[in-house]
């Protein structure tokens, strides 16, 4: 039978700076959802990258003394290996300076422009440049940029103009009809109320004040304004092209979930719906507008001085307590908090407790009363079923829960299983049976029990904590990835090992107060 395809996309980051943990944030939760999806079976195609055009990069490479190609190429290869630390299966990492995406861009651009969807206008507003956006005067905040709050300043300039408003009616129906489309639903009204409905202005998609962009094609003064260089990467990079697309476009597009930061949200739902169908392409399936992750809750952001990095994260806790925190505490639609303290007290309670003392534990005892070796020897009792179901119930909680993403519910599920064995434990008492001669077979019943918990649990761990995962199996020393309890597997060869080592608190705050390492911000 042939995989049901599934196509996940990151936004891509843009390659004016390292991209602080608020940011990569958005590729840790990505990489469990395409996980969680080749887990269930899915033919899965994950893409993420860099987008790497825009005044400010030609700025920030001029500041350097440096060609902005060789400014991207620097900052791209930090953001792979910021990915790559976190363990995140892409399949293909884009980048926006390829040739072979701006051949494709110009394509698009002279197609929409032989349709009649661009034109040629004169484009006035105010304009924040450290964001690279004009707005209107109601949409400042104090008469500042609403993103930024810097400064704006009065600008006109010659551009090419996309025909948004030639879209609006399609839009509305469209969305009004596709619930699923935006998500969370709260984000959906936002766009039909506060930017749809009051109508569409035509967007600029060209700019002739600086160079670093993709040639229009048409017009040697202008070059391809940010959206559609940036959005177009989705089509281009699976072999989109108005001449004739490949087949591995036809196989993945549309795609099934663009993921991305609930401040982009706009561009997504509103200007990337109007450019396929210009380009008489469907529309993706669902589009995702993550909440935030904030520190103290504060927004990240280099402007403001509190900048914290995945790679020192990983350095000071490891890349699966990382993992496991950014994807448990930020909730499906409020913004997340991190602060060393709530990771410190996460890794130590969840991932040092309930997990790695369930999993050594029970090792362990299986090592002390039965040499290692442990099968089911079928002596049930009334608190096995409770357990039992607790694992066989694991899958499906996971799945409601994964299938509305809501990332940090379906990991609580598998905590939950984890926090019932331990319970099991208490309930069970096995260092008491272990005295008695003739409970041995239910000892050995109690701890395949917890075997099989353990095994199950692991099994659905692997999308958010896969290296711990991987662990685990090595330590259980089995091969075995089904999802339910099994009556007869065979453990045997086990060696248990510290998962998570347990935090001290007030040494480690001390740690990251002494500067170990230069880029931390103080929380
Ligand atoms: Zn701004």
Not at 132 to 140: G, N, P, R
Request: charge should be negative; aromatic fraction near 12%.
């Amino acid at each position: 039978m042939e995989k049901e395809k599934y196509y996940i996309s990151t936004a891509i980051a843009y390659t004016s700076s390292k991209p602080h943990i608020g940011n990569t944030y958005e590729v840790i939760l990505a990489d469990a959802i395409a996980r969680y999806k080749r887990l269930k079976g899915f033919d899965v195609y994950f893409q993420t990258g860099t987008d790497e055009h825009g005044e400010k990069i030609e700025l920030k490479a001029k500041e350097a003394g440096i060609e902005p190609k060789k400014y991207v190429d620097n900052v791209a290869n930090t953001i792979k290996d910021i990915w790559d630390i976190m363990n995140t299966s892409y399949d293909r990492f884009v980048r926006t300076t390829d040739p072979k995406h701006e051949k494709i861009v110009q394509k698009i651009f002279k197609k929409m422009y032989d349709k009649g969807d661009i034109y040629k206008g004169e484009y006035k507003g105010l304009y924040c440049t450290p964001c690279e956006s004009f707005w209107t005067e109601s949409q400042l905040v104090d008469g500042k940029c609403p993103d930024c709050g810097r400064d704006v300043e009065e600008k006109a300039e010659e551009a090419y103009f996309f025909k948004l408003s030639k879209y609006q009616d399609k839009l509305v129906e469209y969305i009004e009809s596709h619930p699923e489309f935006i998500q969370p639903e709260s984000r959906k009204n936002e766009m039909l109320n506060n930017f749809i409905k009051p109508g569409l202005q035509d967007l600029c998609v060209s700019r002739s004040t600086f160079s670093w962009g993709i040639p229009t094609g048409i017009d040697p003064k202008h070059v391809v304004y940010v959206w559609l260089d940036a959005l177009t990467n989705y089509i281009t990079f699976i072999g989109y092209d108005p001449d004739g697309s490949s087949d591995e476009f036809k196989k993945w597009w549309p795609a099934d979930l663009h993921l991305i930061g609930k401040d982009i949200i706009r561009f997504h739902t509103i200007y990337w719906p109007c450019f396929l169908w210009s380009l008489d392409l469907e529309l993706p399936k669902q589009v995702f507008g993550h909440p935030w992750l904030l520190t103290n809750n504060d927004k990240i952001g280099k402007s403001r001085g509190n900048a914290i990095y995945a790679d020192d994260l990983v350095k000071l806790f490891g890349v699966d307590a990382v993992r496991y925190y950014v994807l448990h505490e930020i909730p499906f639609a409020n913004d997340g908090n991190l602060t060393y303290e709530l990771l410190i007290e996460r890794t130590n309670t969840d991932l040092a407790n309930t997990l790695g003392n369930l999993v050594n534990r029970t090792i362990s005892m299986a090592n002390k009363y039965f040499d290692g070796v442990v099968i089911n020897k079928g002596v049930k009792e009334d608190v096995d079923s409770d357990l039992i179901s607790y694992i066989n119930n694991l899958d499906k909680k996971v799945e409601e829960k994964m299938d509305k993403l809501e990332i940090g519910f379906a990991l609580d599920e598998i905590f939950n299983v984890l926090r019932r064995s331990n319970k099991y434990i208490d309930e069970t008492t096995p260092w008491v049976l272990a005295k008695e001669e003739d409970k041995q077979d239910r000892l050995e019943t109690v701890l395949y029990n917890l075997l099989e918990s353990i095994r199950v649990c692991a099994c659905l761990l692997y999308p958010f904590l896969p290296g711990t995962s991987d662990e685990i199996f090595k330590q259980i020393n089995i091969s075995d990835k089904d999802l339910v309890y099994k009556e007869n597997n065979e453990y045997k060869d086990m060696k248990p090992e510290v998962l998570f080592q347990r935090i001290d608190k007030d040494k480690k705050l001390e740690e990251i107060n002494n500067n170990w390492f230069t880029n931390v911000y103080m929380l």
